[in-house]
């Protein structure tokens, strides 16, 4: 996994529900949605490796540039969300959270 780009993991349940609110409370412009912490992409593959007790040595970090992918790729991305925090009550829950939420939906089904 590569361990030199960094993201915003979101989870898509509070982005549907970031959505709802810019509609209920009529809101107009944009607003950028995505989760509130920043982690590598290897660092995210070793939290949910962690969480279903699968072995993280196995997941080995690469740098981009090893990668060598055919698209270039930035290392760092993300989105200013102090806006919807403000005007919708934007609460984009923990990565560990995210993590839950969809273990759960996993385990339902």
């Known amino acids: 996994m590569v361990s030199d780009q960094y993201r915003t993991p979101t989870l898509a349940e509070d982005l549907a529900h970031a959505c709802m609110e810019i509609a209920f409370r009529k809101k107009r412009g944009f607003y950028n949605l995505a989760g509130s912490e920043f982690i590598s992409v290897y660092e995210f593959a070793r939290k949910i490796a962690r969480y279903y007790h699968f072995d993280e040595s196995l997941i080995r970090p690469v740098t981009t540039a090893e990668l060598e992918e055919p698209a270039k790729r ?12 403000r005007d919708l009550d ?10 839950d939420v969809v273990a759960g939906q996993i385990n339902e089904d």
Do not use: C, H, M, V
Request: positive net charge; hydrophobic residues 45%.
């Open 74 to 85: 930035p290392l760092i991305t993300g989105l200013a969300i102090a806006k919807a925090i």
């Open 90 to 99: 934007y609460k984009p829950r923990s990565i560990e959270e995210g993590i």
